[in-house]
């Protein structure tokens, strides 16, 4: 079995190292079209959402989408890019069906954003990749082609929705890096709520290119580029995949057989593919868009937009660590959904115990999520609410177990904890004095188990909490009842 096939580092143990740079498309979420007033829309019936100037007709005219340049902007300021004053677009001409004007309106030498850099996580290190440039284009339609007859189809109710391009510098090494740097990529985008980033539906795609060459060399060798990946898992394994081919042919002194071409990942056979080689390359005879005037920024526009900025995800999992005291692990699962980081926070503005919170979100609360299929704004229960639930398992005022019993019915009624649990009869007993007095009952009842415990054997402990939750109906505080077991028997401690 192959390295790629195992799942593992191609490169682990060779010679050889990869070279990876990553062209992200990004999707972004505004209301109508890139340069004209259709609504951008996913899911409506075939060519509903299209105009004339989606269409490509003669003597209609593009009108840039202000949103779409406010959110690569965004973006850009994000990840330190700079954003020169002065931006324009260009034509980048080739024919396909999904593509009716014949061009596709994008940036080439002007892009709104140059440079700036990506700071992510790799198995809890921090891994840096530049960026050569954010720009901003057209997206294209959709060819249908029907299975088994001569038949193809076109939907052009994607052409003409913005599409944000994210490109970076050769920086990454390994397939994991580059899945990390494409998932920090979604993290940031999502927190500035410039795109859905919904992976199925192609918000977020990218292409990668990747060579390979003897481990420390400096130069860049001949690249392939494999198109179109639309989850993180695919990226890993198409680049797992291209590189062990690569190394393989390095290997065995056909090094010359890889060449600069494109190249389609296939998931079913684990294997990447030709699509088309260098010497098919497009001319796209690119020249400025005649039909738009360059854009011209102020800086005080640009700092008006910087002044919109949330705190990044990164910046945001320090903070959980610094100042919450959560471990890393957490803070990450916590900082991963920024709609769930901002309920956690508001939930320990009021109730200010961050790790039994950070538990509970993670584990009772997405859970119900899950099993309701909701997202958290949908779940109905206030974040100063679910704190409450929280307090009252931390005093011993409901059990783990029933407090997700109790989280259940909140969603369903909206009605508080305290109420609840009240009402719903699952009330933990943790007065001392009460359960004292039951424990004393059990020991008195129950002289054989009590004898074992005596001599260390631990087991029996257990018939005794029993009992003493058939005695309080289940109410009993469990942890609380074995300590006073112990406190009254005077057994020896646990091993
Ligand atoms: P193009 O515009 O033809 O796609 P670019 O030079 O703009 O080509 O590069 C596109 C992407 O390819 C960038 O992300 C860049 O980092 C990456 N890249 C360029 N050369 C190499 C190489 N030799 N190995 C791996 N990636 C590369
Ligand atoms: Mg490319
Ligand atoms: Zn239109």
């Known amino acids: 079995m192959s390295a790629a096939a195992a799942g593992r580092d191609p490169l682990e143990s060779t010679r050889f190292e990869a070279v990876i740079g990553l062209e992200v498309h990004v999707q972004l979420l505004t209301r109508t079209k890139m340069f004209c007033r259709c609504e951008a829309r996913f899911g409506t019936e075939a060519n509903a959402l299209t105009c004339p100037v989606c269409l490509g007709l003669p003597g209609s005219l593009p009108c840039i989408n202000r949103r779409a340049v406010e959110s690569t902007v965004r973006v850009g300021l994000a990840f330190g890019s700079e954003i020169p004053l002065l931006t324009k677009f260009d034509r980048k ?58 038949e193809s189809w076109v939907d052009l109710n994607r052409a003409g929705t913005p599409l944000m391009e994210v490109v970076s510098e050769p920086d990454l090494r390994t397939p994991r890096e580059a899945g990390d740097y494409m998932r920090m990529l979604r993290q940031v985008m999502l927190y500035l709520g410039v795109s859905d980033c919904n992976m199925e539906e192609g918000s977020l795609r990218c292409d990668c290119n990747v060579s390979t060459r003897l481990r420390g060399a400096s130069h860049l060798e001949t690249r392939t580029e494999i198109k179109n990946l639309n989850s993180f898992l695919n990226v890993e394994k198409a680049l797992e995949h291209e590189i062990a081919r690569q190394i393989r042919l390095r290997e065995t002194g056909r090094e010359a057989e890889i060449v600069q071409e494109t190249r389609l990942y296939d998931p079913d056979r684990g294997e990447t593919r030709s699509m088309r080689g260098k010497e098919e390359a497009h001319d796209y005879r690119y020249f400025p868009e005649p039909d738009l005037a360059p854009l011209v920024f102020s800086p005080e526009w640009i700092d008006g937009l910087r002044a919109t900025l949330p705190e990044l995800p990164l910046v945001r999992l320090g903070r959980f660590q610094e100042d919450l005291g959560l471990s890393a692990y957490h803070a990450d699962q916590l900082v991963r959904d920024k709609e769930i980081a901002d309920y956690f926070e508001r939930c320990v503005e009021s109730y200010r115990q961050p790790q039994s919170v950070g538990n509970w979100v993670l584990n009772a609360l997405r859970e119900e999520l899950r099993s309701r299929g909701v997202g958290i704004e949908d779940i109905g229960v206030a974040p100063e609410r679910f704190a409450e639930l929280v307090r009252a398992v931390d005093d011993g005022a409901v059990s783990t177990q029933k407090a997700r019993d109790v989280l259940r019915a909140m969603a369903d009624s909206g009605r508080p904890a305290a109420e609840l649990i009240r009402e719903m009869g699952v009330e933990q007993i943790s007065d001392d004095s009460f359960l004292r007095g039951v424990v004393q009952d059990v020991i008195a009842a129950h002289p054989g188990p009590v004898e074992d415990v005596r001599r260390g054997k631990r087991n029996s402990i257990n018939f005794l909490v029993g009992q003493v939750m058939r005695r309080t109906k289940g109410q009993a505080n469990p942890a609380m009842a074995m300590s006073l077991i112990d406190e009254l028997i005077g057994s020896p401690p646990a091993e």
């Open 93 to 150: 001409s080739y024919f396909y069906p999904d593509l009716p004007k014949g061009y596709q309106i994008s940036q080439k030498d002007d892009p709104i954003c140059k440079g700036g850099r990506v700071e992510f996580f790799v198995d809890g290190e921090i891994r840096v990749a530049r960026l050569v440039r954010i720009h901003l284009e057209e997206d294209a339609g959709k060819n249908i082609h029907v299975e088994g007859r001569p």
